[in-house]
Structure formats: structure tokens, C-alpha cells
């Protein structure tokens, strides 16, 4: 990796047809992220499906790669997009959601100062339709997040994790060493997320970092999205993987 693009952020954005006309919102949020003398970002926008209606929507500028391939949901997508994806970090950034100013910095910060830290998070505020924010009283505290502790919380609380895997800044590198996001048809950034907990550790940023959308033609408001037996099985494999990577390294250092 040259010393240019070791010093990148790949901003990672799955979009769909229905969510295509938020971009700019998202891009304009980009936009105002400040970074360290050196340090750029690369947008790189992958259609879930190969239709007329996204590309009108993608801002015309040389930091933004906009793709299309088969639809497969938007973990497909995005580990497609990290075919493209030649910076040292990657963050997720939903087509319809905003980053507040300086996330990119905290992120990048916290990833830079300490080595052994693979993965960060922020705290996100849900945006509903009429403007207002809410925020989430389950957050933990600001600082390090140990092996384990969103896995054994997400297992305790129902499967829901005290961190927003829509919030992701993640070594590229361990990211790639994963597989990327999980073969699900929901929940695959809760998997990834498990997974990159039970292998390394992690960091959250207690300063609100993203404005996660709430409106009615978002993916997880959907019947398909809550229906009991698929949710079930989705969990399962989530948690099964996570666990077998959480024992698979403990038997590592116990060698």
C-alpha cells in the first residue's frame, strides 16, 4: 500500500433505488468532516442492483466511485465495494444517514493512537421524520470496549447491541481478514460487528457521530425484517460465528 493511500478513509455506502435520494444529504455530511494534514476520504458508492434511478443522485466529484452489481442486499454490496477499497481505514456510511461533524477525526484518532485497537463506534441519534433526534440510553462509557463485552450484551438484551454497527470505522486490513459483512438478508452489520468484537478490541466515542434515519422505505422497517423464524435464524448464526472466532482465539493464546 503506497504512503498516499495508506492515508485514506474508504467510506463504504450501500444504496438502493428507494434510499438513492438521500446521497447528497450524506455527501454534504462528508463534506464537512475535517481530517489530519494528509489525510483524505474516498466515497465509494455500490448500487445493491443495476437500475436508472441512483446514479442521478451521485454527487459528480473526483473523491466520490459510484457502482452497480446484482442485487444481494446491502451486505453484498458493500464487500463489493471493498474490492475498491485502498485505504487504510473503512467507514460505513449509509445511503441515508449523516455524519455528524468530526467523526471522521474521532475515528481515525482513536484507530491511529493505539495499534491494538481494531474497531471504533460512536453514539447515533435517531433522525425522525419531522427533524427531531432521540438518543439511546443504553450507550456504554467513552473509551476502550473489551473482547466480548458487545457480544455478551447483545446475547442479554434481546440481540441488541449497546454500540450502532451503522457507526463502523474499522482497520481495513481486519475487516478483509472476516470476510466482510455476513451472508444474511438483515442484521449483517450486527454480525460483522460480533465478529470484530470477539477478535479485537474496541472504542467508543460517547460524542454523537451519526444521524441514523428513521422513515418508512428503510430496509429494517420492513415485515420481512421482524418476521419471528427468519430473525431466529439470522441471530443464530450471528452469535455461532461470533462465538466460534471467540474460541478460536482463546485457543490460539493459549498456545
Not at 474490492?83 to 449523516?98: C, E, F, N, P, S
Not at 474499522?170 to 460483522?192: F, H, Q
Not at 420492513?222 to 478460536?248: C, I, K, N, P, S
Amino acid at each position: 500500500m503506497s504512503a498516499a493511500v495508506s492515508r485514506r478513509i474508504s467510506v463504504v455506502t450501500a444504496v438502493h433505488a428507494p434510499s438513492a435520494r438521500y446521497l447528497p444529504e450524506a455527501f454534504a455530511s462528508l463534506c464537512e468532516q475535517r481530517l489530519p494534514n494528509g489525510w483524505e476520504w474516498h466515497w465509494l458508492v455500490q448500487e445493491d442492483g443495476r437500475t436508472d434511478a441512483v446514479r442521478p443522485h451521485v454527487p459528480d466529484d473526483p473523491r466520490v466511485t459510484f457502482r452497480q452489481g446484482r442485487p444481494g442486499g446491502p451486505g453484498v454490496a458493500r464487500t463489493m465495494a471493498l474490492a475498491h477499497a485502498d485505504g487504510a481505514y473503512v467507514k460505513v456510511l449509509d445511503a441515508d444517514d449523516r455524519l455528524l461533524p468530526g467523526t471522521l477525526a474521532r475515528d481515525l484518532a482513536a484507530l491511529e493512537t493505539d495499534p491494538a485497537i481494531g474497531w471504533a463506534t460512536c453514539r447515533a441519534l435517531d433522525l425522525l421524520p419531522d427533524g427531531s433526534t432521540v438518543g439511546f440510553p443504553g450507550d456504554p462509557g467513552h473509551g476502550p470496549v473489551e473482547r466480548g463485552a458487545v457480544l455478551d450484551h447483545w446475547a442479554a438484551h434481546d440481540h441488541r447491541a449497546q454500540v450502532h454497527p451503522a457507526t463502523l470505522f474499522v482497520r481495513r486490513d481486519l475487516l478483509l481478514a472476516l470476510g466482510g459483512w455476513m451472508a444474511l438478508p438483515a442484521s449483517e452489520d450486527t454480525g460483522l460487528l460480533l465478529a470484530l468484537n470477539s477478535v479485537a478490541l474496541g472504542w467508543f466515542s460517547s460524542e454523537a457521530g451519526l444521524l441514523y434515519r428513521k422513515w418508512p422505505g428503510q430496509a429494517t422497517g420492513q415485515a420481512a425484517h421482524v418476521d419471528a423464524a427468519e430473525r431466529d435464524a439470522r441471530m443464530a448464526v450471528a452469535e455461532a460465528r461470533a462465538r466460534a472466532l471467540e474460541g478460536f482465539r482463546r485457543h490460539c493464546a493459549a498456545d
